[in-house]
């Protein structure tokens, strides 16, 4: 008997719509695309112009903590001169960037 009743009283309340169901969803998503995704994306296709425009004598540093300048380019090796008359070759994914980019001066931040 209170079975039916709580039963009936449940069924009498009105569904909320379908928009505001999945406002909080939608909401997690933008917010997790301008946080997570948009930074992770630009970041990438500035590391592949970065490798795309890499010339023969840019000094540049490795991912694995290599300083050297660039001897040679092909498609996906780099030969890089590590020190005079040593050469290693590299792969061009594991390039980490412009050694001129590890010895800038940052100016701190004003509060």
Excluded: N, W
């Excluded at 970065?50 to 498609?75: A, I, N, Q, W």
Aim: charged fraction near 25%.
């Amino acid at each position: 008997m209170f079975a039916q009743a709580y039963a009936q009283a449940a069924g009498s309340a009105a569904a909320p719509s379908p928009l505001v169901q999945f406002a909080p969803l939608v909401l997690i998503f933008i917010v997790f695309y301008f946080f997570m995704l948009r930074p992770q994306k630009k970041k990438l296709q500035e590391e592949q112009d970065m490798l795309k425009d890499l010339k023969k004598g840019d000094e540049v540093y490795t991912k694995s903590g290599l300083l050297g300048k660039v001897h040679g380019l092909t498609d996906k090796i780099i030969t890089m001169e590590v020190s005079e008359g040593m050469r290693v070759k590299i792969l061009r994914s594991q390039v980490g960037g412009l050694a001129s980019k590890i010895f800038e001066k940052k100016e701190p931040t004003k509060a």
